[in-house]
């Protein structure tokens, strides 16, 4: 579970009260970073997650009555947040009833009605819920980056199906909730990245039927584990990440090496293995080429697979 550190939050407010001048002020804040309006920090992490933290706590600092929602939530439950934009911190009013949204300086507030029962806390600041979070982060965001984040919370088995039916029941009518509807049908908790998530879509709008975190065993000895096989064929598909080949307590050279045995051995077993990055998952009809020819090759062998 990774750690937030705790920034040392300058408040405008509290050296007013402690009578700070003006002018002092200045000087004092001055060589600091601004956070937002009223707030600063010695410094400010180059890491965008770990400053979206930062920014994080002091937009709580500022707020009354808020928790962190959606995107600031899904980044405090350590959920892949696969967008490039972190400069908005993303807050929810806790109440029965919807109010307008706002934006200003850095930070937006949802209105939308928030039960308590859907808030939480997380490395000691008050988050939603992870059945919340991911309903907002699916009605908010594109769908891939959306199923990324909930096949990890139900990787982490952090979602409760009974929680997420009556989240489903009261949001009933609002804005994005199709697109949230859909997501959860498609979720996989054996999916293992957000790679991993977006080549199944991917290969599910193709119309392939796919089995997740296949193992393949030859002669009776397990030889490796697929991210996927297409169902009914012989034809496994392997996404490849950077993190497939050497994580810091793992030399590169030798995850790679690892790698091409594993491969080697399901292509001795008969597999026909296609990898896939994230530049081919841009191009949908080279992909069904690939799939469609690595089918052909099996039936000209005369393999079949049930």
């Known amino acids: 579970m990774p750690e937030w550190t705790t920034p040392d939050l300058v408040f405008v407010d509290v050296l007013r009260q402690q009578g ?13 970073t ?11 992490p180059a890491d965008p997650v770990e400053r979206h933290r930062w920014l994080a706590q002091a937009a709580l600092a500022t707020h009354r009555n808020v928790v962190l929602s959606h995107v600031s939530a899904a980044l405090a439950w350590d959920l892949p947040v696969m967008t490039g934009d972190l400069s908005r911190v993303m807050l929810s009013r806790v109440g029965p009833l919807s109010t307008p949204h706002e934006r200003h300086d850095g930070v937006r507030v949802f209105g939308s009605e928030l039960d308590s029962r859907d808030v939480t806390h997380r490395l000691g600041l008050p988050v939603t819920s992870p ?27 952090l979602l409760d199906e009974k929680t997420l039916r009556r989240l489903l029941s009261q949001m009933r009518g609002w804005k994005g909730i199709g697109r949230a509807r859909e997501v959860l049908a498609t979720v996989d908790p054996k999916s293992e990245s957000p790679g991993e998530s977006w080549t199944r879509d991917v290969l599910l709008r193709l119309g392939f039927e796919v089995e997740s975190q296949f193992e393949v065993y030859w ?3 397990f030889i490796g584990r697929a991210d996927f096989r297409v169902r009914g064929t ?9 993190s497939k080949y050497g994580l810091a307590t793992d ?3 030798d995850a790679l090496w690892r790698e091409k045995l594993r491969h080697d051995a399901l292509v001795h077993a008969g ?3 296609i990898r896939l990055t994230w530049v081919d998952l841009n191009d949908l009809g080279l992909i069904a080429r ?3 020819d690595a089918i052909e090759r099996t039936r000209l062998r005369g393999v079949g697979y049930s």
Request: charged letters at 35%.
């Open 271 to 273: 597999f026909e293995v």
């Open 131 to 157: 059945e919340r979070t991911i309903l907002d982060c699916a009605r908010y965001l594109r769908f891939r980056p959306a199923l990324a984040l909930a096949d990890a919370a139900a990787h982490k088995r």
């Open 219 to 221: 002669s009776g000895r």
């Open 251 to 253: 030399a590169p050279a």
């Open 34 to 44: 601004r956070l937002r309006r009223g707030v600063y920090s010695p410094d400010l």
């Open 20 to 32: 700070l001048s003006d002018e002092d002020i200045k000087r004092r804040t001055r060589p600091l």
């Open 290 to 292: 690939l799939i469609r």
């Open 234 to 242: 012989w034809v496994l598909i392997e996404f490849d990440g950077h």
